[in-house]
C-alpha cells in the first residue's frame, strides 16, 4: 500500500537529495586539486589528509592501508555511516549506503575518536595523524589552523563543513551558514579573496532563495566589478523559477539597469534597449526605452521613421544611412512604438535648436537633425516671428 509523503518527510527527502548531489559535485571539482596535493605528499598520514579533502574514501583506506596502519584504516571506512561500502584494490571506488543524505558517520564513532585524540595528543603523536583523526572526530573545537592550511582552495574548505564537520550530519543550509559564518575567523582560503565565489552565491540561493538575487555580484566571476553581463544572464535564468522569492521585481531590475548602463559605456545603444525590454513593470521598460532613445537614437535618421516635414531639407547632412537603417529595424522587431521614436527626436531637436539660440545671437545658423535633416535659417528680424511644430513627427 502506497503512503503519500507528509510535506516534512519530502522536504526532508528533497534536502537530502539536495546534498548527495551538490556532495557528488564538489568532490569532482577538488579532484584535480586533490590529486596534485597526494602526488605531492610526503607522508602517508597527508596522502589521507588530503584524499578526505576529496572525499575520496577509498584512496584513504587504500593509502592508510599501505602505511600498514590497519585501525585507521578501518576507521575511515565508517566515515560514511552505518551500512557504508569501501571497495580498495583494483576497483577503488565508494559506494555509499544508498540513502541520500545519510553518509554521516555516527555520534558514538565521533566521540570515541575525540576522546583517543585527546590522549594522543599527550603522547605527540605525528602530526599528520592528528589533523585526520581531529577530521574524524567531528569535532569543530578539534580542528585548528592545521586542518584549515592556507593552500586549500574555498571548496576544499566548504567540504570540510559539509563531509566532516559533526560527522556530516549537516544539511546544505546548515554547512552553508556554518561556513559563512567562519569565514571571517578563517584564513582566507586560496582565490576566494574579498568576494565570495559564484558558486558559493548559488548555493546559497538553493539553500536560502530569501537571500535574493543581489548576492550575484560582478567579482563573483570577473575581475570587472562593472562587468554585469554573466550576472545578468544567471539572475535572468534564476527568475523563471517557481520560487516567488527570486521573483522580486526590484531585485531584478537593479542587475538589468546595472547591464543597461554598462551597454551605454560601451556605445550599444540596439542591445541596450533589448535588455531593457526584460525590465519588470510596464512603466520601467517605457522610461528606460524613451530615455534611451533620447539620448542615442541618430537625430538625422533618414529610414522613413518619420513623416514629412514642413521645412526645407538639405541633404548634405545625412550621414551613416545603413546604420540609421539597422537602428530603426531593429527597434521595430522589438516593436518599439514608432511614436516614441519621433517624439525622441523632436524633442532632441528642440532641445538643440534652443540650446544653439541661447549661446550665439547670429542668423543663419545651421541645424543638422529633426524628422529629417532640418536648415533652419532666420533671416533679420523673420526668425522672431517664425514658429516651429514640435509637436509634428
Known amino acids: 500500500m502506497n503512503k503519500q509523503l507528509s510535506a516534512q518527510q519530502e522536504r526532508a527527502v528533497l534536502e537530502a537529495l539536495q546534498k548527495e548531489n551538490v556532495s557528488h559535485w564538489l568532490s569532482k571539482q577538488v579532484q584535480p586539486i586533490v590529486g596534485e596535493q597526494i602526488k605531492n605528499a610526503r607522508s602517508g598520514g597527508e596522502r589521507v589528509y588530503y584524499a578526505l579533502l576529496g572525499r575520496q574514501l577509498a584512496q584513504a583506506v587504500t593509502e592508510a592501508l599501505k602505511n600498514k596502519d590497519f585501525m585507521l584504516a578501518s576507521l575511515l571506512a565508517q566515515v560514511g555511516g552505518a551500512g557504508s561500502l569501501v571497495a580498495v584494490g583494483d576497483a577503488t571506488s565508494y559506494c555509499s549506503n544508498l540513502t541520500p543524505g545519510r553518509s554521516a558517520s555516527s555520534v558514538a564513532f565521533q566521540n570515541l575518536v575525540f576522546k583517543q585524540l585527546q590522549q594522543w595528543k599527550k603522547d605527540l603523536i605525528n602530526e599528520w595523524y592528528v589533523v585526520v583523526y581531529s577530521l574524524l572526530s567531528g569535532q569543530p573545537d578539534a580542528m585548528d589552523s592545521k586542518v584549515f592550511r592556507d593552500e586549500l582552495d574555498w571548496k576544499q574548505v566548504f567540504g570540510l563543513f559539509l563531509w566532516y564537520i559533526q560527522g556530516g550530519a549537516y544539511s546544505l543550509e546548515m554547512a552553508v551558514k556554518e561556513y559563512e559564518q567562519a569565514f571571517e575567523t578563517l584564513t582566507k582560503p586560496l582565490g ?14 538553493a539553500t536560502d532563495p530569501s537571500v535574493g538575487l543581489e548576492a550575484l555580484q560582478p567579482l563573483c566571476v570577473s575581475e570587472n566589478p562593472t562587468d554585469f553581463s554573466i550576472v545578468w544572464l544567471l539572475a535572468l535564468f534564476l527568475k523563471t523559477k517557481t520560487l516567488a522569492d527570486y521573483k522580486n521585481p526590484h531585485h531584478f531590475d537593479r542587475v538589468t539597469l546595472d547591464l543597461i548602463f554598462q551597454l551605454e559605456q560601451h556605445n550599444q545603444f540596439q542591445m541596450a534597449v533589448f535588455v531593457s525590454t526584460f525590465l519588470e513593470t510596464h512603466n520601467g521598460r517605457e522610461q528606460t526605452i524613451r530615455r534611451l532613445l533620447a539620448e542615442h537614437y541618430p537625430l538625422d535618421d533618414q529610414t522613413g521613421s518619420w513623416r514629412e516635414c514642413h521645412l526645407p531639407v538639405s541633404r548634405n547632412f545625412f550621414e551613416k544611412p545603413e546604420e540609421h537603417e539597422a537602428h530603426f529595424s531593429f527597434l521595430m522587431q522589438l516593436k518599439v512604438p514608432a511614436e516614441w521614436i ?7 531637436l528642440k ?10 545671437g547670429r542668423t543663419g545658423i545651421g541645424f543638422v537633425g529633426g524628422c529629417k535633416t532640418v536648415q533652419l535659417c532666420l533671416q533679420g528680424t523673420a526668425g522672431s516671428d517664425s514658429k516651429i511644430d514640435y509637436s509634428r513627427k
Open 342 to 348: 519621433h517624439e525622441a527626436r523632436v524633442v532632441d
Open 192 to 205: 576566494f579573496e574579498q568576494n565570495y565565489h559564484i558558486f558559493f552565491q548559488l548555493m546559497k540561493l
Open 351 to 360: 532641445q538643440g535648436i534652443e540650446s544653439t539660440l541661447l549661446s550665439t
